[in-house]
């Protein structure tokens, strides 16, 4: 299919939970690898990996890692107030969606896994005396998303440009070690997401976002943005 201009992308970019199991090609996988390893990065560190799950018996095992976790989200999420930017049935969709995912996550035909190594600090012989050691080790890890982040998106709509559906899902950082145990994935290397891929059962659409001025802020925090 065509691709759709980057806004129309933005614009229509829908979670799609519900996935069917059609295998997707190698070479659209790898489309979506490349387009994450276009994105930025702290300091060009492209210190990124990305674990692609495709053998059937390990989605499997996956899938119940994650449902295991997602029993967790679940409770948590039933405690919640439905957020005011959301209809009743927005919200009870989402909820439904979800537990679908929740249950069929490892009937994906793809999972990615966007993972972070650590990034090193200058040795101790060349760290400038006068920054603190544990201040700059609270910023490295403060900033930590931005360079794993970019590359989930970027993940996110090259699977709208080819027809693709994902959804971004963390649930299964409640049981990270097991998951990690489970990919062979290094103690050291943290995991920021879990993307299911897959032809979509549903349609990219309209996104249902809060208007302008309730997010954002024009000069001062509080001042609503206004053209």
């Known amino acids: 299919m065509p691709d759709p201009g980057l806004f129309e992308m933005m614009d229509t970019a829908r979670a799609l939970r519900v996935l069917k199991p059609d295998p997707v090609p190698n070479a659209l996988v790898e489309r979506l690898l490349h387009a994450a390893t276009r994105a930025s990065s702290a300091g060009n560190a492209q210190n990124w990996a990305f674990v692609v799950v495709r053998d059937a018996a390990l989605r499997r095992e996956v899938g119940a890692l994650y449902r295991r976790a997602s029993d967790v989200a679940a409770k948590v999420y039933a405690a919640r107030d439905r957020p005011p930017h959301l209809t009743d049935r927005q919200w009870h969709g989402m909820l439904v969606a979800g537990a679908h995912l929740y249950a069929h996550m490892g009937e994906a035909p793809v999972l990615i896994l966007p993972c972070l190594q650590p990034r090193d600090l200058p ?67 943290d995991t920021f997401a879990l993307m299911p891929v897959g032809w979509p059962v549903g349609k990219p659409g309209p996104l249902s976002r809060k208007p302008l001025a309730e997010a954002a802020h024009r000069d001062r925090w509080g001042k609503p943005w206004a053209p």
Request: negative net charge.
């Open 123 to 189: 040795p101790a012989d060349r760290f400038p005396p006068e920054v603190s050691l544990a201040d700059e080790m609270t910023y490295l890890d403060r900033i930590r998303g931005a360079s794993i982040y970019p590359a989930v998106q970027n993940i996110v709509l090259a699977c709208r440009a080819l027809g693709l559906g994902t959804v971004i899902t963390t649930n299964h950082l409640r049981l990270e070690a097991e998951m990690k145990a489970l990919l062979g994935i290094p103690t050291a290397v």
